[in-house]
């Protein structure tokens, strides 16, 4: 969102809502946690995740009924 001050455009910081942290159980990442956003309520059903070695990993939910403040993650492929 911005806004007009004095016929400059200010960036005001992008508000985040909910989180949850995503506990990535498999896959060149396992072990990791990170923090997502939820969507809609809920854990997203599928994280982008930035490996060491420059690639991104894709994981989706291990189990669609999640509760609590964290998600399990499994390891579907390099994007």
């Known amino acids: 969102m911005s806004s ?3 016929g400059e455009t200010a960036q005001r910081p992008a ?3 909910p ?3 995503a506990r990535l ?3 060149p990442l396992e072990g990791k ?3 997502t956003e939820v969507v809609e309520g809920r854990p997203p ?3 982008d995740v930035p490996a060491d070695d420059g690639s991104t990993c894709r ?3 291990a189990e669609w009924v ?3 403040s964290s998600a399990v993650y499994a390891f579907l492929y390099r994007v």
Request: net charge neutral.
């Open 45 to 47: 059903k599928t994280i």
């Open 25 to 27: 159980s498999d896959g």
């Open 4 to 6: 007009r001050q004095g």
């Open 59 to 61: 994981y989706c939910l």
């Open 19 to 21: 989180t949850v942290t």
């Open 33 to 35: 946690r990170i923090e």
């Open 66 to 68: 999640q509760t609590g």
């Open 15 to 17: 508000e985040t809502g």
